[in-house]
């Protein structure tokens, strides 16, 4: 009996593999669809729920409209993108293409002209671009920041679900080899010589027949799924509960930065980090595929890190400026 899963072998990057024009629809592509859908469903519906209504930075009752919502939504994307396709290419990229050809960032093509999409995206890229859209749309517009970014986290883990869907049905972003019989065998993922000693033990404990092959595909944590569950649907559900239930005015974003933080930053335990990078701390020689210690960093564990300071320092701040309004108030 074997003890992991095949990826199936029917599921392709393409929604169309082999018909011509048609091949370039991929199902990350339709994923971004369904997860800017699943946010702009829910951004309308806390705004009916007056999540949004009061008074705006002049101090005038101010109600929100559905152009209002469009154009928010709409500025944040945008800058998240551009901050998720710039920030993959200055953490994550060792080769110095895009910096000597930056004109390649937003060039959906290979070298050679193939079609590929943006293919390398930076979570954390795109959570600093889409901040910075949503602060500039703010400003613009004269409206409380905190206030709009709080409603705009009761819809972004959910959406952010799709996308993670999405990078499974690529076959990428899968984590580290594993044992455990709910591993996957993904098609694309690296092979490893069969001569290595921990190749051979891996093998063994599942049953693996690896014969006179050369090279062998072993089982992955699908990390894609436990981000979907965990800094997906899980989190979402944490957010929306707490959304009728504020303290004060950017309580939701801090449980949103500190609460994908925190999960996160476990899940990359299970997640394989990039090669070219490896582990930033611990012992940065060790075998990334591998997870042999917990003290060995990756790079999404430190920003992850830095997301979870960030949330404690923020809500400070937030609940001490509260406190002082309060008491302004009662005075």
């Not at 859908?37 to 999540?51: D, H, I, P, Q, S």
């Not at 709080?150 to 049905?169: E, H, K, Q, S």
Request: glycine share 12%; net charge neutral.
């Amino acid at each position: 009996m074997f003890l992991y899963i095949n990826f199936p072998s029917w599921i392709h990057p393409q929604i169309f593999p082999g018909v011509k024009f048609l091949g370039l629809l991929r199902w990350y592509g339709l994923m971004y669809v369904f997860a800017f859908g699943t946010a702009y469903f829910l951004l309308k519906k806390v705004a009916g729920e007056g999540m949004l209504d009061g008074k705006n930075k002049l101090g005038k009752p101010y109600k929100i409209t559905e152009d209002d919502l469009f154009s928010f939504l709409g500025t944040g994307i945008l800058f998240l993108l551009l901050g998720a396709r710039i920030g993959s290419t200055l953490i994550y990229d060792r080769t110095g293409l895009y910096l000597h050809k930056p004109w390649l960032i937003f060039w959906p093509f290979d070298l050679e002209g193939n079609y590929t999409g943006f293919q390398g995206m930076s979570y954390h890229g795109g959570f600093v671009g889409g901040l910075l859209g949503m602060i500039f749309w703010c400003i613009r517009h004269k409206q409380p920041i905190a206030r709009w970014i709080d409603a705009m986290v009761c819809c972004i883990p959910l959406g952010y679900t799709f996308g993670r869907l999405g990078n499974f049905l690529n076959g990428e972003l899968y984590g580290r080899v594993t044992t455990a019989p709910w591993g996957i065998v993904f098609p694309e993922a690296e092979r490893f010589s069969s001569s290595l000693e921990w190749v051979q033990s891996f093998a063994a404990k599942i049953n693996m027949d690896i014969g006179s092959l050369r090279l062998v595909n072993l089982p992955r944590h699908p990390s894609q799924l436990y981000e979907a569950l965990f800094e997906g649907i899980i989190l979402w559900l944490i957010i929306w509960f707490c959304r009728n239930h504020k303290k004060f005015e950017g309580m939701l974003a801090c449980i949103y930065t500190g609460g994908y933080g925190i999960f996160r930053f476990f899940i990359e335990y299970f997640r394989e980090p990039d090669e070219e990078i490896g582990f930033v701390l611990g012992d940065t020689s060790a075998n990334i595929y591998e997870n042999a210690s917990l003290t060995n960093f990756s790079t999404g564990q430190i920003l992850c890190f830095l997301m979870i300071l960030g949330s404690i320092i923020c809500a400070t701040i937030l609940i001490i400026k509260h406190k002082k309004s309060a008491e302004s108030a009662d005075n």
